[in-house]
Structures are given as structure tokens and as C-alpha cells.
């Protein structure tokens, strides 16, 4: 019988495993709301095997081994408790922290999505994808991280954009193979590029000069909400943010060829961001407006049951 504690555990070594950069950041988190981030990012990673990764099985089994991971996870929730390996972590996480049934079910609505619909004409039809597949993880990922004020909400939204969006582009060719395009077709046309050529051409360039340059918006976007957070979790925030968007330096560096090999950052360079924020961090307090603001309250404001 599969106990709480292994749950985490299996969580844990899912995420160091597949989720590098979001495992080393966490480390800068204290150890009682670490496990919650694995756990979280371990349900997303086995919904996502279930799409992509099944190997020769049809569509529609795949889309019922999601359907069946899912009534079985909202089942267990309901319940407030699961003796399956991955969900018993991640329903204790999501009961600590009152997370609502409805931010995993857009997850999982937007991973479903991907048997069906291979590209997006516009970048708003995108990101009605992303509402589910990134923007609602950075709302589950909220109350781990205690924000001072409930507006912390709109940037944490940005950022699971803007690292979705960077995923994209990183592994345009993975999911060429896959049958899908997630750069809006309208983009596309516009530049007069063409991915499934899988060419680096002036016009590809172009392309991806302009999709780079939206998504770092996002991501500066997304910076107002990290002198939102108490001090652990803004190191934690600010160096996945730091490293995730580093990816975006890599793919101009290989001068925006993602067909031929997969942008990353090193293991060794995750590790020194980790030992340099935990340095660089060691004093930051939150503005005074909003320590004064919490201490009113006492505590979160809006997004966590005391």
C-alpha cells in the first residue's frame, strides 16, 4: 500500500528526473511546502506522458487513459484522500492548500485538447490552450507560495505563460513529430515561415526574433508579482524565472534552430543560480506598504485559508 510519505517521494523524484530547473529552484523553498511543488509538478508530467508519451497506442486510447487518470484524481479529491502512488501527494497538496477541483480540471481540458486540435490560428486562440495548460499552474503554484496580496494572481499567470511559450519554442521539432504547431498560424503567415520544412531560413528567424521578444514581455510581465511573495518564495520565483527564460538566450544562440538540436541550460549552471540566490537573498524583505499590509491581515491576504 502506497503510503503518503512514498508519495512524495515518487513526486519528488518525478520532478528532479524530467523538471530540472523547477526541482533546484524549489530547493530554495522551506522543505514543509517543497514536497507540494513536486507533488504538483508530478500530476502535470504523468498527464502529460499520457498524451505524448504512450508510444504506438491509438488517440483514443490515450484520450481514455487520460479521461480515466482524471475521474480518478477529481474522485480522490472529492474524497480527500488517494491511495495511488503520484495522487495521494498531490490530493494532500491540493487540500492543505485549498486548491479548487477546477484549476485541475482546465489542466486536464487543455491536455485533452491535444488529440484533437494540432495548431492555433491566433495567438489569443493560444492562449486559450495555455489558460489551461500554464496560466493555471502558476494559480495552483500560488497559495504554496503565501503571496503578500491576492494581486499576485495575474503574474503568476503570466509567468506559466511565458514558460509554456518558451517550452514551445524550444521543442518546435518534438512536436512537429507529433503532429502539432503551437505558433499561432497567423504568425506563421505573416513572416512567411514554414516549421515543417524544419529549415533555419531568414524568414524562420524573423519568426521567431518577434515570438521571443512577446514572450519576454510576458516574463517582465510576470516580474511585478515576485516582490509580491515573502523572501523564500521570491528566490525560489525569480530563479526559475531567471533560468527558464535563459532557454530564449540559448535558441538565439543556436541562431533559432530548434530542429536540428534542444535549447537547455546545465545542470552545473541551475546549481550555481541556486547557491547564488540563496546568497543574493539572504536579507530581502517585502516592501513596507505590503509587510504592513499582511501583518494587518494576519497573513495572506485572499488566497490562503489560515
Known amino acids: 500500500m502506497t503510503t503518503l510519505e512514498d508519495s512524495y517521494r515518487l513526486c519528488r523524484a518525478i520532478n528532479k528526473a524530467h523538471g530540472t530547473t523547477y526541482y533546484w529552484s524549489a530547493q530554495l523553498l522551506g522543505s514543509s511546502r517543497r514536497q507540494h511543488v513536486h507533488a504538483l509538478y508530478a500530476f502535470c508530467r504523468v498527464a502529460d506522458d499520457v498524451v505524448d508519451d504512450l508510444g504506438p497506442s491509438p488517440v483514443d486510447r490515450r484520450a481514455v487513459a487520460l479521461q480515466t487518470f482524471g475521474d480518478e484524481f477529481l474522485s480522490d479529491l472529492g474524497r480527500g484522500q488517494s491511495s495511488h502512488p503520484v495522487l495521494a501527494a498531490v490530493v494532500d497538496t491540493a487540500v492543505r492548500y485549498s486548491i479548487p477541483a477546477?484549476?485541475?480540471?482546465?489542466?486536464?481540458?487543455?491536455?485533452?485538447?491535444?488529440?484533437?486540435?494540432?495548431?492555433?490560428?491566433t495567438f489569443d486562440d493560444l492562449c486559450g490552450y495555455m489558460d489551461g495548460s500554464a496560466a493555471v499552474i502558476g494559480e495552483m503554484m500560488l497559495p504554496l507560495l503565501e503571496p503578500l496580496t491576492s494581486t499576485a494572481i495575474s503574474g503568476a499567470r503570466d509567468l506559466g505563460i511565458a514558460f509554456q511559450l518558451t517550452n514551445f519554442f524550444r521543442d518546435v521539432g518534438e512536436d512537429l513529430d507529433r503532429g502539432r504547431v503551437y505558433i499561432p498560424q497567423e504568425d506563421l503567415r505573416r513572416f512567411g515561415a514554414d516549421p515543417w520544412a524544419r529549415t533555419v531560413t531568414p524568414a524562420w528567424r524573423n519568426l521567431m526574433a518577434f515570438e521571443v521578444?512577446?514572450?519576454?514581455?510576458?516574463?517582465?510581465?510576470?516580474?511585478?508579482?515576485?516582490?509580491l511573495l515573502p523572501p523564500s518564495s521570491a528566490r525560489c520565483i525569480a530563479t526559475a524565472r531567471a533560468l527558464y527564460s535563459r532557454i530564449l538566450t540559448e535558441i538565439e544562440r543556436a541562431d533559432y534552430d530548434v530542429f536540428s538540436r534542444r535549447a537547455s541550460v546545465a545542470t552545473a549552471s541551475k546549481l550555481a543560480a541556486v547557491v547564488t540566490a540563496r546568497w543574493r537573498w539572504r536579507s530581502w524583505a517585502p516592501p513596507a506598504a505590503m509587510s504592513a499590509r499582511r501583518r494587518s491581515a494576519g497573513g495572506t491576504i485572499g488566497l490562503r485559508n489560515p
Open 102 to 121: 477546477s484549476a485541475f480540471e482546465r489542466f486536464l481540458a487543455s491536455m485533452a485538447m491535444d488529440f484533437t486540435i494540432a495548431s492555433y490560428e
Open 213 to 227: 521578444e512577446r514572450t519576454r514581455e510576458i516574463y517582465e510581465s510576470a516580474d511585478r508579482a515576485i516582490a
